[in-house]
C-alpha cells in the first residue's frame, strides 16, 4: 500500500515540475513545440537518432508558419527564428543585443584554447575580431594565392599520377581535407606540408580528431552549445588533451623558431606574432558595423591589449579546425554534385578551358579565377544545399521583445536559426533539393522568392560572420578549377545519381555518414 502511495506521489512530483518547466513559453504567449520528459524536443539529437541538421530542418518544416516558436533543450527554454526577417533583425539589425553565441567562452581562464574568436563574448571577442580582420583582407588573400595554388597542383599532380597507374576511384573527400591541411599549415603557419602523398602526416591525424565523428566529441559539442556554462562548471575540456598539445607544441617552435631567426612571412601567424610583440598591426583599422552598432564597454589600449600564447594557441585551433572542415566538405559536396548533374560539370569545365586557354592551368592567376563566375555559382549552390553549419546560434545579452511581439526573451536564452531547413524550403527556393548553380548568375542569394530578410547565410551574416569565409571560398574555388579543368568526374555507385546524402548523426556539422568514391580520368 505505501509503496502505491509513494509511486503515485513521486508521478504526481514528476508530471508537476514537468508541467512548471514545460510552460516557460506559453507563459509567455510563445507558441512552443511539445515537449517529452527529459529530453525536450532535442530527444534524436541525444538519442543519436538523427542530426543536428535534419532535427532542426524538421521542427523548421512542420512550424515555419510561425514567424518563432519556442522549445526546450532538456530543460533549458530555446528560442528558434522561423521568419526570414526576424533573422535579419537578430543577426544585423538589432545585432547589439544578439551579439554573442551560446558557447563557453568564459571557460578559457580554465581551458585557454576554447577562447578563440568564435567562442569569445562581447568586448573580448570585438577586440579580437577588429584585431585580426586584416589577416583576411583582400590584399593578405592575393599574397597567399601561390601558396594554395602549390597546395592543389600537387593534389592534382597526385591523381593523375594515380590515373596513369590504373587507379581510378578516389575518396575525394579524404584527399580534399589533405588538402585543406596543406592549404592551412601554407597560409597560417608556415609550415611546409604534404599530407597528399603522407598517410600519416600528423597534422592530418589531429584534424581528424578535431570532427572525428564519435560519442563523446557528439555529446560535449553539444553541450558546449546547449549549456555552455556546464563547461566551465564542471570543467569539461571541449577539447581532447593530445590536441591541445600538439596545437601548443605548434605554436611555441612556430613562434620561437620566427623570432630567433627574424623570419617574417605574409600569413595569419606573422600577424599574430605582431598582435603578440606590439598589441597590434599597422593594417589594423576599426569595424565600424561593430563599434557603431553596440555601446562597448571601456576598451583596453591597443599597445597595452597584447596576445598571449594561449591567446595565440587558441586562434590557431580555431583557424585550423574550422577551415579543416569547412572547405573540405564543401568542396567534396560540389563534386559529388557535379559528378551526378553532368551538365553543370561541362559548363563548370567550359568555363575553366575558356578563361585559362592562353595562360593554362600552370599559369591560374588570382585575378583569372575571378573570372569563373560560373565554378563560383556551383560553390554557391553547394553552400545553399550543404550549408556547413546547418543551424546558426545567438544568445541575448539583455531581456527584449522581438518586433512585431509583445513576448519577453530572457537575457541569456539560446536563440537558433535552423539555416538548412530555410535554404531547402520550397516556399523560399525553387525547387531546392535540384542542384542549380544558375541560380546564383544574376542573384548573390539565389535568386529566392523571398524578397526580405536574410534566407542565405552559409558564413553567417552582419558583423559576426565568419572572418575566414573568403579565404575558404578562394580555396574552394582553386581547388575545384584545377580538378575539373584536368579530369571528369563521375559517381562510382550510380544509385546514388537520385539519393541525397545521409549524415552522421555524431557530428554537429555537416558530415556525409559514409565515403562517395568517385572515379575519375584524365580529360582530352
Not at 505505501?2 to 507563459?27: H, Q, R
Not at 604534404?194 to 592530418?204: A, E, F, S
Not at 589531429?206 to 557528439?218: D, Q
Not at 591541445?244 to 613562434?255: A, E, K, P, R
Request: charge should be neutral; glycine fraction near 6%; charged fraction near 25%.
Amino acid at each position: 500500500m505505501y509503496a502505491v502511495i509513494i509511486s503515485i506521489l513521486i508521478a504526481t512530483a514528476v508530471y508537476l515540475v514537468n508541467k512548471y518547466f514545460f510552460s516557460y513559453w506559453a507563459k509567455r504567449n510563445v507558441p512552443q513545440l511539445d515537449p517529452t520528459f527529459l529530453v525536450g524536443n532535442i530527444g534524436k539529437l541525444f538519442t543519436f537518432k538523427e542530426t543536428m541538421a535534419d532535427v532542426f530542418s524538421n521542427i523548421y518544416e512542420k512550424n515555419k508558419h510561425h514567424r518563432f516558436i519556442g522549445g526546450y533543450l532538456s530543460y533549458i527554454p530555446m528560442l528558434i527564428i522561423n521568419d526570414p526577417q526576424l533573422v535579419q533583425d537578430v543577426m544585423i539589425r538589432d545585432f547589439k543585443t544578439f551579439h554573442d553565441r551560446p558557447t563557453p567562452g568564459d571557460a578559457a581562464e580554465i581551458f585557454p584554447l576554447v577562447g578563440n574568436l568564435f567562442n569569445l563574448r562581447g568586448q573580448k571577442w570585438k577586440n579580437l575580431r577588429v584585431k585580426l580582420s586584416p589577416a583576411f583582407s583582400s590584399g593578405r588573400l592575393k599574397v597567399m594565392f601561390p601558396f594554395l595554388k602549390d597546395c592543389s597542383q600537387v593534389l592534382v599532380d597526385y591523381v593523375e599520377k594515380n590515373i596513369k597507374n590504373g587507379i581510378t576511384v578516389f575518396d575525394f573527400k579524404d584527399l580534399l581535407a589533405r588538402l585543406t591541411i596543406d592549404n592551412i599549415s601554407s597560409v597560417a603557419l608556415g609550415v611546409e606540408n604534404d599530407c597528399i602523398n603522407d598517410d600519416n602526416n600528423m597534422l592530418y591525424k589531429i584534424g581528424l580528431k578535431i570532427f572525428e565523428p564519435s560519442v563523446r566529441n557528439a555529446l560535449v559539442l553539444t553541450m558546449a552549445f546547449f549549456t555552455p556554462d556546464l563547461i566551465t562548471r564542471f570543467k569539461i575540456n571541449p577539447i581532447l588533451p593530445e590536441i591541445g598539445d600538439f596545437i601548443y607544441s605548434l605554436v611555441n617552435q612556430t613562434v620561437e623558431h620566427r623570432e630567433k631567426n627574424n623570419i617574417h612571412r605574409n600569413d595569419f601567424m606573422q600577424l599574430l606574432i605582431e598582435l603578440k610583440n606590439k598589441g597590434f598591426v599597422s593594417e589594423s583599422r576599426r569595424n565600424s558595423k561593430i563599434d557603431e552598432e553596440i555601446d562597448w564597454e571601456d576598451e583596453v589600449s591597443e599597445k597595452g591589449n597584447r596576445l598571449t600564447i594561449d591567446d595565440i594557441a587558441a586562434q590557431v585551433f580555431i583557424f585550423f579546425g574550422a577551415g579543416f572542415e569547412t572547405s573540405s566538405s564543401t568542396m567534396s559536396f560540389c563534386l559529388f554534385e557535379l559528378s551526378r548533374n553532368k551538365e553543370a560539370q561541362r559548363k563548370a569545365q567550359e568555363e575553366i578551358d575558356r578563361v585559362l586557354k592562353s595562360a593554362g592551368s600552370e599559369c591560374i592567376t588570382h585575378d583569372l579565377l575571378h573570372e569563373m563566375k560560373y565554378v563560383e555559382c556551383c560553390i554557391d549552390e553547394t553552400l545553399r544545399k550543404y550549408p556547413i553549419a546547418p543551424v546558426l546560434f545567438r544568445t541575448n545579452t539583455r531581456d527584449c521583445k522581438l518586433p512585431g511581439s509583445d513576448a519577453v526573451i530572457e537575457k541569456g536564452t539560446p536563440v537558433l536559426i535552423p539555416l538548412m531547413g530555410i535554404q531547402r524550403d520550397p516556399q523560399i527556393f525553387e525547387d531546392p533539393m535540384k542542384f542549380k548553380p544558375e541560380r546564383f548568375l544574376n542573384s548573390q542569394i539565389g535568386d529566392p522568392k523571398v524578397k526580405t530578410g536574410i534566407v542565405y547565410a552559409p558564413f553567417g551574416d552582419g558583423p559576426r560572420n565568419c572572418i575566414g569565409g573568403r579565404l575558404g571560398k578562394l580555396q574552394s574555388k582553386l581547388g575545384l578549377a584545377m580538378i575539373l579543368h584536368k579530369f571528369n568526374l563521375e559517381l562510382q555507385d550510380k544509385a546514388m545519381e537520385n539519393e541525397e546524402i545521409k549524415f552522421h548523426t555524431y557530428s554537429l556539422v555537416l558530415s556525409p555518414s559514409k565515403k562517395i568514391p568517385l572515379n575519375a580520368s584524365l580529360r582530352n
